[in-house]
């Protein structure tokens, strides 16, 4: 099943995106987003849409049926388990300059610890080691030395007394993603962060779970579908191109995650139950997936992950995906091209373009079951 990543490149995972719809804002309200449900294989008439809301039937049966966000209680049902990732953004995009004077953008990637982080740095050229970074025009940092698996990323450590989660609240701008073209205002300080986030330590946030409100998740509960959370901390790097032709080059950032006994048990039991493992978003399905055995048993415990899941990828643990539409040639595309199949996702994101669906952070949601589940 792997020798499918060998021969597939970058090419194989564009398509074209018109820019006016790539999402700016947000919805008025956090479920008046639309989702486009995706089933991979026919499905007994009345599974994917009704006389009403009819699905359309695209090649080898794919299913795909234009529904409300606000819908998507009635696509589930009792026993399942939906899992979200509780990561909290915080303010990790600075500017400054170098002690040469030149003007610098820091985007923090991690926070190692109270003196010590890693950033991305856009400058007209880069600092080097042992140089001092003035941020904000309030504090001092030494750049230390490259990071990353490439040599991408910067190591930052303070010069003046404090620490990184307190300076990057105080001084910090919310780090929208780069194709958002206005800079952080005040609704979004609200709305680019789910309601239930609470460990901080992202730079981006987990953004199939933006449209779940309170009142969803109260009305969820009501009909027996169970929650339960993990964290990932999503770092810059996730906006980053690929640089390669064949994917089987790509090296994936690593991206640190926690899953607590509690989910651990919640997923053993909805299993046992027979019930439906339901990841709210990429990075919860990547967090699940790498710690998951072969028999879909979870570990307890925190770990650093870099897994790049591509077509081919057998999935042990989630069984169903809600998730935002993404960037071409991403590797986000390929990891829901591997759950639903190339073909389904090629035709899924092309619906979606006919019929004016909104793209990336800010935008609408997708359902979509696995390929070798329905």
Request: with cysteine; net charge negative; glycine share 8%.
């Amino acid at each position: 099943m792997r020798s499918a990543m060998t021969s597939l490149s970058v090419d194989d995972f564009d398509f074209h995106l018109p820019p006016e719809l790539i999402a700016q804002h947000p919805a008025a309200e956090r479920r008046g987003s639309r989702l486009l449900h995706v089933c991979p294989r026919g499905l007994p008439a009345g599974c994917c849409g009704e006389p009403e809301n009819p699905a359309k039937i695209g090649s080898k049966g794919l299913q795909l049926v234009d529904r409300q966000f606000a819908d998507l209680p009635g696509l589930l049902r009792a026993g399942d388990l939906l899992v979200f990732n509780d990561t909290r953004v915080i303010k990790a995009r600075f500017f400054g300059c170098k002690d040469t004077g030149g003007h610098i953008e820091v985007m923090l990637e991690r926070i190692v610890d109270a003196t010590h982080a890693i950033c991305q740095i856009r400058a007209s050229k880069a600092p080097k080691a042992g140089s001092t970074l003035r941020l904000a025009d309030a504090f001092d940092v030494r750049m230390t030395g490259r990071a990353g698996t490439d040599g991408d990323f910067f190591a930052l450590e303070l010069v003046d007394a404090g620490n990184f989660w307190e300076l990057s609240e105080q001084y910090g701008k919310l780090p929208l993603p780069p194709y958002i073209e206005h800079p952080a205002e005040g609704a979004d300080e609200t709305r680019y962060q789910t309601v239930y986030a609470r460990e901080p330590g992202a730079v981006a946030a987990p953004t199939a779970g933006l449209h779940f409100d309170e009142a969803m998740l109260e009305t969820l509960r009501a009909q027996g579908i169970n929650t339960a959370f993990l964290t990932l901390h999503v770092g810059a790097g996730t906006y980053r191109p690929m640089r390669v032709e064949k994917i089987a080059d790509h090296r994936m950032h690593s991206e640190r995650f926690e899953i607590p006994q509690a989910t651990v048990e919640a997923i053993a039991a909805t299993r046992a139950a027979g019930g439906r493992i339901i990841a709210v978003g990429t990075t919860s399905l990547r967090a699940l997936e790498s710690a998951g055995n072969d028999n879909g048993a979870v570990r307890v415990g925190g770990a650093e992950t870099d897994i790049f899941i591509t077509p081919g990828y057998r999935f042990k643990v989630v069984d169903r995906l809600i998730t935002n539409f993404h960037l071409p040639k991403s590797t986000l595309l390929m990891l829901v091209s591997a759950f639903s199949g190339m073909a389904a996702i090629r035709e899924a994101y092309a619906h979606a373009v006919a019929q004016r669906y909104r793209f990336f952070s800010y935008g609408d949601a997708m359902l979509l079951e696995k390929a070798d589940a329905v």
